[in-house]
């Protein structure tokens, strides 16, 4: 297999959003401690504290597989997605988000160089849109996606990424995706698709030992290095 060089650009960039592009202050966690509570989790009791520590370990996983494993019965797990879903979308709506510091100008960049960038999450589309809207970001990139969007499994399946190389068509080879995310389950993503960086930042839910353990090529600060990260591996 012969090694990438500076004339294959790497030019499908696929980010994930909460943590990574988007700042939102724990809003999962308390989205969460809604949705626990209209299913009868007591807030303080040993049963609460045991979820949210899954919760926790398996940011930016589908957040419907989180409650799949956390419920058990599917008719529990769509009712506590459902009330994470609506809990989240009227914290964003009540303006609890922002931008991660550069994560806008690093991806006009990437589109300036001619790049595709790609925005990816865990939470359904109603909830993807509202953040989109939330930071007038519906037109910033060419193409956003959720798990139902790639049949339905999300992180860390690679399905996403593969979903965005399938739609967009900017490369013809996995190893020119960059992958960028700030948990273990967006670096098993971006390894599984077959992408040639994936490059975890510390912006979000997971340290920097847990993002190498699960495959990160590289470890940022935050996303807005990346566009250097990438000129440097075609330089």
């Known amino acids: 297999m012969k090694k990438l060089t500076t004339n294959d650009p790497r030019n499908l960039i696929?980010?994930?959003?909460?943590?990574?592009?988007?700042?939102?202050?724990?809003?999962?966690?308390?989205?969460?401690a809604a949705a626990a509570a209209r299913l009868g989790v007591r807030p303080g009791s040993a049963d609460h504290a045991e979820k949210l520590d899954y919760v926790r370990?398996?940011?930016?996983?589908?957040?419907?597989?989180?409650?799949?494993?956390?419920?058990?019965?599917?008719?529990?797990?769509?009712?506590?997605?459902?009330?994470?879903?609506?809990?989240?979308?009227?914290?964003?709506?009540?303006?609890?988000?922002?931008?991660?510091?550069?994560?806008?100008?690093?991806?006009?960049?990437?589109?300036?160089?001619?790049?595709?960038?790609?925005?990816?999450?865990?939470?359904?589309?109603?909830?993807?849109?509202?953040?989109?809207?939330?930071?007038?970001?519906?037109?910033?990139?060419?193409?956003?996606?959720?798990?139902?969007?790639?049949?339905?499994?999300g992180r860390p399946y690679p399905d996403m990424v593969l979903a965005a190389l399938l739609r967009t068509g900017a490369v013809d080879d996995v190893r020119r995706i960059v992958v960028a995310g700030d948990t273990s389950y967006d670096m098993l993503s971006g390894v599984r698709s077959g992408a040639g960086i994936v490059a975890g930042v510390l912006t979000g839910a997971h340290d920097k030992d847990r993002l190498v353990r699960s495959g990160a090529t590289h470890v940022l600060g935050s996303v807005a290095e990346l566009p250097d990260l990438i000129a440097r591996a075609e330089a």
């Open 14 to 32: 696929v980010l994930d959003m909460a943590g990574t592009t988007v700042a939102d202050g724990g809003l999962v966690e308390q989205a969460f």
């Open 57 to 153: 370990a398996t940011m930016g996983e589908s957040k419907i597989t989180v409650f799949r494993h956390l419920f058990g019965e599917e008719s529990l797990a769509q009712q506590a997605n459902a009330a994470f879903e609506e809990a989240y979308g009227e914290l964003v709506d009540g303006g609890r988000i922002a931008p991660v510091p550069g994560a806008r100008e690093a991806v006009e960049r990437l589109r300036a160089e001619g790049r595709t960038v790609v925005l990816s999450t865990g939470f359904a589309r109603t909830t993807q849109d509202a953040i989109l809207t939330a930071l007038g970001w519906q037109d910033l990139v060419e193409l956003t996606l959720c798990p139902a969007d790639a049949g339905g499994r």
